[in-house]
């Protein structure tokens, strides 16, 4: 075979490789946002046409699988929280960044699990940057609160119900934007030091990094405990 064939033959197995992995990436969120990121592997290669050999090779574990399947998004909020924390007005910060979080889960339902799940196999890297988001988030909190807008006895375990809260009603109702708006609208209101009218009752031990939530808003990890 000539140099010009061996390369095409090489060019073409690259393209063969890039659509099989696009392949695998589609059917993953489908079958996470209708399974639960808990869903077997084999449902996953089944759904994309290739065989469960083929997919591990890529993806060697489910947790590899769901951050590339949702690389887009985790992006996304990272960025968003980047972009709250550099915003000279910490309450703006903050409502943005719930806004973006809340749809980017309606744009796409499996990405509610992914958020808040935990990797187990996560590497060091991915472990440090979580800590950091998390770590970042408590700092845009309390700006927020020192600067009067946030409710003092708001806690970062909120966020955590709050999209569990919203994982539920995109769940039931994907196609309704009006009631997904409608529902962030009165959480951040809710949020605002000025809606603070008596004691709260203790603030609840989920955390974003350990939060279990299958796609359907069932439980699907067991969280771990503050």
């Known amino acids: ?72 998004q985790m992006d996304a909020c990272a960025r968003a929280l980047g972009e709250a924390l550099a915003d000279s007005d910490p309450w703006e910060g903050f409502q943005r960044l719930v806004e973006t979080v809340c749809e980017l889960q309606r744009e796409e339902r499996g990405f509610s699990a992914a958020f808040v799940a935990a990797f187990p196999d996560s590497t060091r890297e991915h472990a440090r940057v979580r800590n950091e988001s998390e770590r970042d988030f408590v700092t845009l909190v309390r700006r927020a609160q020192a600067a009067g807008a946030l409710r003092a006895d708001f806690h970062p375990s909120d966020l955590a119900v709050a999209l569990l809260s919203h994982c539920g009603l995109v769940t039931a109702l994907p196609g309704d934007r009006a009631a997904s708006r409608r529902l962030v609208a009165y959480l951040l209101q809710a949020f605002r030091a000025e809606a603070a009218h008596g004691a709260l009752p203790a603030p609840s031990e989920l955390s974003l990094s350990s939060l279990p939530l299958a796609a359907d808003g069932s439980q699907g990890r067991r969280p771990s405990r503050a």
């Not at 061996?6 to 073409?12: E, K, L, N, T, V």
């Not at 696009?22 to 046409?49: N, Y």
Request: no cysteine; proline share 3%.
């Open 1 to 72: 075979m000539g140099e010009s064939s061996r390369i095409a033959g090489q060019d073409s197995l690259r393209a063969d490789a890039r659509r099989n992995r696009q392949r695998i990436l589609a059917a993953a969120r489908l079958v996470f946002a209708e399974h639960g990121i808990d869903a077997p592997m084999a449902t996953v290669a089944r759904r994309a046409g290739v065989g469960v050999a083929t997919l591990y090779r890529r993806f060697p574990t489910r947790d590899a699988l769901v951050r590339a399947a949702f690389e887009h």
